[in-house]
């Protein structure tokens, strides 16, 4: 019988020699059933003529050692999953008793699941391609619903009827951008590219930053929010970007779902070797039929007061998925019309870790610059401040630094001028560099000025492709606020800048950003390729440029030139990032100097400024 079925059997006797491979086990593995009969469980290495099968026996070796020591342990079954390039093998084994009077048998049962592995690969291709081709119409579509309901007086004001024609435009196209971002973080989480940075937290902390961030939102509806913490908590070992996205879903649905006059309050305790945090409302409640879906995909529930507010019925789905990849649970508890409580667990930081908090922490820190002078000044004040810090001045040392340092590397200082290397594509290689793919990266062009002994920015923020208004115009401020090489107009009795550059080379996002610029009272030029870009800053000398990374051609430190064409004045210049672009996630790891610290460093030099940020981001 075992011969003649479609799956591979691997059987293995008390001592793990080959008792059995069936023909389709040696079909899989490549490997001839007779050699390796009665031979030990290691005969199955380097007996195959094919470099993928000789990598699949040597990984199945491998989980097969780790998961019959687990199984003689006390473990009833062990499963798990093998890729090598285009081949995908499923492995279940479990204990078998052949006879009361001698140890247990072993039985694999090798699956090869390659085709299913393909489609499945192709299908979440197929989500993730079209949900960025929705991306570009869909925030146009969006920004510009946003424009016409600014009230900005170039515009023109819209009468009712247009009105409330816009808002229902702006309001499905809010949903649909919702649908699409958690379309692509399931497609993430499916493919393995969820990577988690666990590190040391203080729950309280985060839980007051997130719940500030909804201060406006509770006022607005008339709600009563309160954080019920204790003073003190254990610190937990979490991934800060994922708990606080949890947070931030649980309380948000609370926030959906509860009518006006309501209350939300959050409570966190320790229990066992756990936080355990609780969001409980006041609304509308969930009907009890419905609790045992409420953590599928897409499922809501069909009464009315449900769906009449937007949503996509993926919030809590994802919300459950990154509680479970921390290691804790997530359930609820709900009586309709008074009100639900969602309640999750993360773990604490492990006994071990715990013994080690009195003393001293460092994380390793690392700076890529070949400009000797800011590395002297940021090596000594970091150095001082307790940091274990190694510099690079090459593109090819510093991917070889990030790759030895493994989970000790931290922080990634990056210069964005340097001599002898494209700095973008230093950049891109760190973040498809699986060793530093996760590790924040401070990308910021850094210059002293001997005259003033200062140190300061030239690219000085970063913003995203999402046609924010409110978020592009306070960069745009900021930066000429910052700035000393711009000079107000007076025209018609209102001041205007000179000219701020656009560098895109997608004519609807240039477009975009223009209009809000314009609206904004400000002089805008756009360039759509490197060359214009070069053009139009020697010859229009703009006080700012916003420029897009996609730009960059060649191999060639396009900002390096780009300064040369502005004669090396310190115009700043704001990144506009597109989280689909090639090396950056949705778990946003390229930093720019906070607002607060890059005015410190416009003063004599401040190193703590640079501390602050590393405190913040290591």
């Given at each position: 019988i075992l011969k003649g079925i479609t799956d591979g059997v691997l059987v293995l006797d008390a001592n793990h020699n080959i008792v059995l491979l069936n023909p389709k086990a040696a079909e899989i593995l490549n490997l001839n059933a007779a050699d390796v009969q009665n031979q030990p469980l290691a005969w199955i290495l380097e007996r195959s003529a094919s470099p993928v099968e000789m990598e699949l026996t040597r990984r199945l070796y491998d989980h097969l050692t780790k998961s019959l020591s687990a199984i003689e342990a006390g473990e009833r079954s062990a499963e798990f999953r093998i890729e090598v390039g285009q081949k995908s093998v499923m492995i279940t084994l479990a204990p078998v008793a052949l006879s009361t009077t001698e140890p247990p048998s072993i039985v694999a049962v090798i699956r090869d699941i390659s085709k299913e592995a393909e489609i499945e690969r192709l299908k979440n291709e197929f989500i993730s391609t079209v949900s960025h081709e929705l991306r570009t119409p869909m925030t146009s579509i969006k920004g510009y619903a946003d424009l016409l309901l600014s009230g900005n007086p170039k515009i023109g004001q819209l009468n009712s009827t247009q009105e409330r024609f816009v808002k229902i435009i702006q309001s499905n196209s809010n949903r649909l951008t919702e649908l699409v971002n958690d379309i692509l973080e399931i497609s993430r989480i499916e493919t393995g590219r969820v990577k988690l940075e666990l590190i040391t937290l203080d729950i309280i902390e985060l839980m007051n930053e997130v719940a500030a961030s909804f201060e406006g939102q509770m006022a607005k509806k008339g709600l009563t929010f309160s954080l019920q913490l204790p003073e003190h908590l254990p610190p937990i070992y979490a991934d800060k970007a994922r708990l606080t996205q949890i947070l931030v879903n649980l309380i948000g649905n609370a926030w959906q779902y509860t009518p006006e006059g309501g209350r939300i309050n959050?409570?966190?305790?320790?229990?066992?070797?756990?936080?355990?945090?609780?969001?409980?409302?006041?609304?509308?409640?969930?009907?009890?039929?419905?609790?045992?879906?409420?953590?599928?995909?897409?499922?809501?529930?069909?009464?009315?007061?449900?769906?009449?507010?937007?949503?996509?019925?993926?919030?809590?789905s994802i919300t459950k998925t990154f509680v479970e990849m921390l290691g804790g649970q997530i359930w609820v508890k709900s009586k309709l019309d008074l009100g639900s409580t969602f309640s999750f667990t993360v773990p604490l930081v492990p006994t071990e870790a715990g013994n080690q908090l009195g003393g001293a922490v460092e994380s390793q820190l690392l700076?890529?610059?070949?400009?000797?002078?800011?590395?002297?000044?940021?090596?000594?004040g970091l150095s001082e401040a307790g940091y274990q810090v190694s510099v690079a001045n090459k593109a090819k040392e510093a991917l070889e630094l990030a790759q030895r340092s493994g989970k000790a590397l931290r922080l990634i200082f990056l210069e964005a001028l340097l001599e002898e290397a494209d700095s973008f594509a230093l950049l891109e290689?760190?973040?498809?560099?699986?060793?530093?793919?996760?590790?924040?990266?401070?990308?910021?062009?850094?210059?002293?000025?001997?005259?003033?002994?200062?140190?300061?920015?030239?690219?000085?923020?970063?913003?995203?492709?999402?046609?924010?208004?409110?978020?592009?115009?306070?960069?745009?401020?900021?930066?000429?606020?910052?700035?000393?090489?711009?000079?107000?107009?007076?025209?018609?009795?209102?001041?205007?800048?000179?000219?701020?550059?656009?560098?895109?080379k997608d004519r609807i996002v240039a477009q975009q950003f223009k209009d809000i610029l314009v609206a904004g009272e400000y002089q805008v030029q756009c360039a759509f390729n490197a060359q214009q870009a070069l053009d139009m800053a020697?010859?229009?000398?703009?006080?700012?440029?916003?420029?897009?990374?996609?730009?960059?051609?060649?191999?060639?430190?396009?900002?390096?030139?780009?300064?040369?064409?502005?004669?090396?004045?310190?115009?700043?210049?704001?990144?506009?990032?597109?989280?689909?672009?090639?090396?950056?996630?949705?778990?946003?790891?390229?930093?720019?100097?906070?607002?607060?610290?890059?005015?410190?460093?416009?003063?004599?030099?401040?190193i703590e400024a640079l501390i602050s940020e590393a405190i913040l981001y290591a």
């Open positions: 959050v409570y966190a305790k320790a229990i066992g070797g756990f936080v355990q945090v609780d969001v409980e409302d006041s609304g509308i409640g969930i009907v009890e039929k419905d609790l045992e879906y409420i953590f599928d995909r897409f499922f809501r529930s069909e009464r009315t007061e449900v769906q009449v507010v937007d949503g996509t019925g993926l919030g809590v700076i890529i610059s070949d400009n000797q002078e800011v590395v002297d000044l940021l090596k000594s290689a760190l973040k498809q560099n699986k060793a530093s793919a996760n590790i924040p990266v401070l990308f910021s062009s850094f210059h002293i000025d001997r005259a003033k002994h200062s140190l300061y920015l030239q690219i000085i923020d970063t913003t995203t492709s999402s046609f924010e208004e409110a978020e592009i115009l306070e960069a745009v401020r900021f930066a000429l606020n910052n700035s000393e090489n711009h000079q107000p107009e007076k025209s018609s009795g209102a001041k205007k800048f000179d000219y701020i550059l656009i560098v895109e020697g010859g229009y000398k703009p006080v700012l440029a916003l420029l897009n990374m996609n730009i960059i051609v060649d191999e060639k430190s396009f900002v390096k030139q780009f300064r040369q064409a502005l004669d090396l004045k310190p115009v700043p210049v704001i990144i506009m990032v597109d989280h689909s672009s090639f090396f950056l996630g949705q778990g946003e790891t390229v930093k720019v100097l906070s607002a607060q610290n890059f005015a410190q460093l416009r003063q004599p030099i401040s």
